[in-house]
């Protein structure tokens, strides 16, 4: 027999599934076990086809729009929000809604409320198109929301006041990026009100903290997450800024290119926010048959939050 290459695995901590992904997951299943199958879920729970399949299976239906849920069964709205208009088409559908929406992206639509409140325009620093995005932009009437993608987007900006600005923030942008474009929002508008941090959620903090730690380790990263989602893409763009060569995103196992990783004996693995940890066992397994694997778990903060589901799903039925 030959002997298999010796390879380090840095496993980087925290990684995969954050509070708001396994609250909103939770929350289709206990609304499938309250109400029975079909519930049907407005846009994909969370960025995650084995997710999604997953529910899909125990009788969750995902479409798109609220258009495509019938008046007579329950409806489940994704954990990335929605604008003001869909819990309000419901509601007048008499439809029961429940929202999965994390708390920590309710937060920021609050926040947007509170300042609109005031007279005060907001810029929203994310990314066009996003659900999320879309559905903090769409918590303000149109026109009262102005989106930054990019540095020189600021330098674009035609705003009503300088004096009666604010900005928030999508919850899982780059912390490198997000504090570039709010360092060039202060210098153009020296009175804008800022989040006393920014929106960005601890899970995507600590999982590019926990790459950054990593980085200097490894030849190659690998990032488990799906094309969609937005923390997963970042945390690859983090490793490649960190110095990663290769800095790669795959759904699971199967998508590794081992010819890419020909000459590479310490590897970086992680998982976005929305990839459950069975795919980061896959992928384990797979580095296992192919070389003789060292795993080192790198952990760079502990997580313990955890949020409640909304009160109809703890009430008995
Ligand atoms: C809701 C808000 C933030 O694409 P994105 O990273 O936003 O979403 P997922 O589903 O990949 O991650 C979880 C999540 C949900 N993050
Ligand atoms: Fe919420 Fe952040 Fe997760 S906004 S869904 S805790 S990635």
Redesign the pocket.
């Known amino acids: 027999m030959t002997e298999r290459t010796p390879l380090t695995l840095y496993l980087a901590a925290p990684r995969g599934f ?1 509070a ?2 396994d609250r ?1 997951i939770r929350i289709v299943e206990m609304a499938i076990e309250k109400w029975g199958a079909p519930v049907y879920v407005r846009h ?1 729970i ?3 086809r084995f997710v999604v399949d997953g529910l899909r299976a125990k009788g969750a239906v995902f479409v798109e729009e609220l258009s495509e849920c019938p008046d007579d069964r329950p409806v489940v709205f994704s ?2 929000g929605v604008p003001k208009s869909v819990p309000l088409e419901a509601a007048s559908r008499q439809m029961i809604a429940v929202d999965a929406t ?1 708390p920590l ?1 309710t937060k920021v639509h609050n926040e947007a409320a509170r300042h609109h409140e005031n007279g005060v325009q907001m810029i929203y620093i994310g990314h066009a198109g ?1 659900p ?1 995005t879309v559905g903090t932009m769409g918590q303000l009437p149109p026109g009262e929301v102005l989106l930054v993608e990019t540095v020189e987007d600021v330098a674009r900006l035609q705003v009503r006041d300088p004096a009666k600005l604010a900005f928030i923030t999508q ?2 942008l780059s912390v490198d990026d997000t504090a570039a474009i709010a360092a060039a929002l202060k210098e153009r508008f020296p009175l804008i009100h800022a989040p006393a941090h920014d929106d960005i ?1 601890y899970a995507t903090t600590n999982r590019q903290a926990a790459v950054k730690a990593i980085a200097p380790k490894i030849d190659a990263l690998l990032v488990i ?2 094309p ?5 893409k970042r945390l690859v763009e983090v490793g490649a800024a960190a110095g990663c060569g290769y800095s790669m995103l795959i759904q699971r196992a199967a998508d590794i290119d081992w010819r890419a990783l020909g000459g590479a004996r310490a590897i970086g693995l992680t998982a ?3 990839a459950p940890e069975v795919l980061v066992n896959e992928v384990l397994d797979a580095f296992r048959v192919r070389f003789d694997v060292t795993v080192e778990q790198v952990e760079t903060a502990v997580e313990d939050i955890e949020f409640k589901v909304p009160r109809i799903l703890r009430e008995p039925a």
């Open positions: 954050c708001g992904v909103a994909e969370v960025h995650n954990a990335h994390c992206v996003h999320e919850t899982t959620c997450g799906a969609n989602s937005s923390n997963s976005g926010a929305s």
